[in-house]
C-alpha cells in the first residue's frame, strides 16, 4: 500500500487568521522564540499499490484542484511518503 | 531567520470528517487511484536567528500543548526547515 503526502499553505500575501491566533496565543504559554505563524494543511493519500509517477501526478492535480484553493493557497510538496511510518 | 515545520495529523482510531468528505468527491472528479484520505494540520512557526536545539524543544512542546489537541491528533513531526524554500 502506498501513500503520498500533500501539503497546502496559505499564500504569503494572504492573511491567515488561524496563524494569526496561534502566534498571539504562543506567548501566553510562555513561547516568546516565535515571531511568525502560518497555518496550512496536510493530506494523507493512500492507493492500493506502488505510488506510480501516475500516482504523483494525479495526486499533484487533485492537490491543484481539491484539495487547495489556488486564488489563496498554494500547493507546497506533493511527494511519496510509502516508506515513512504513519 | 530560521523556520519549524509542525506537522499534526488525526489519530488512525478517530473519525476523520474532513479526509471522508475528500475521499468521497475524488472519484467524482476522476480520481479513482486513492482509497483513504486523512487530512491534518501543517504550521510554519519562524524564529529570529537559527533553529536551535533548544528552539527546536520549545517547538515540540507548543506542538503537543497548543497546536495539537492530544486526545485526537498526534504530533507526527517536528523539524528544522529553514533551508526549504517557503
New interface residues.
Partial sequence: MGRVVV???PK?EILDPQ?KA?VG??PR?G?T????????????????GDVTP??LA??Q??AE???SNPIIEDVVNVFDATQVP?
Avoid: C, I, Y
Fill in positions: 501539503e497546502v499553505m504569503p496563524g496561534v496565543a504562543l504559554l513561547f522564540q516565535f515571531t511568525s505563524v502560518r497555518q496550512g494543511k496536510r493530506f494523507e493519500l493512500e492507493v492500493e501516475e500516482v494525479a495526486a492535480q487533485a484542484t481539491l484539495l504513519a
